[in-house]
Nanobody, 124 residues
Framework: QVQLVESGGGLVQAGGSLRLSCAAS????????VGWFRQAPGKEREFVAA????????YYADSVKGRFTISRDNAKNTVYLHMNSLKPEDTADYYC?????????????????WGQGTQVTVSS
């Protein structure tokens, strides 16, 4: 099993930046990838970004390309989501998730383990 704990959410003005962290513990050596998803009130959960646990391949939703960067520190078993040029429409609860399987990284059903989420609010 893998345990995930997110942190770093908060309130920020439009155009500002935040860095979210996802600390993983447990069977991290078996993970294939970690992804970030978000869910705004009244909306479905959507993919934000993902990173392979080995190597440096990353994936992004079109809505965040060029503004968000996903990275990882394997020594700390932590994945980061650097969010720049934030917009009010980025307001959501952000969740990190881990999968042991390769492929379909933008699909939430691919991920077995989920964190509790961290709230991001972007004011206009």
């Amino acid at each position: 099993q893998v345990q995930l704990v997110e942190s770093g959410g908060g309130l920020v003005q439009a155009g500002g930046s935040l860095r979210l962290s996802c600390a993983a513990s447990g069977r991290t050596f078996s993970m294939d990838a970690v992804g970030w998803f978000r869910q705004a009130p009244g909306k479905e959960r959507e993919f934000v970004a993902a990173i392979r646990w080995s190597g440096s391949i990353t994936y992004y939703a079109d809505s965040v390309k060029g503004r968000f960067t996903i990275s990882r520190d394997n020594a700390k078993n932590t994945v980061y989501l650097h969010m720049n040029s934030l917009k009010p429409e980025d307001t959501a609860d952000y969740y990190c998730a881990a999968t042991y399987y390769s492929g379909s990284y933008s699909k939430d059903y691919q991920y077995r383990y989920w964190g509790q989420g961290t709230q991001v609010t972007v004011s206009s």
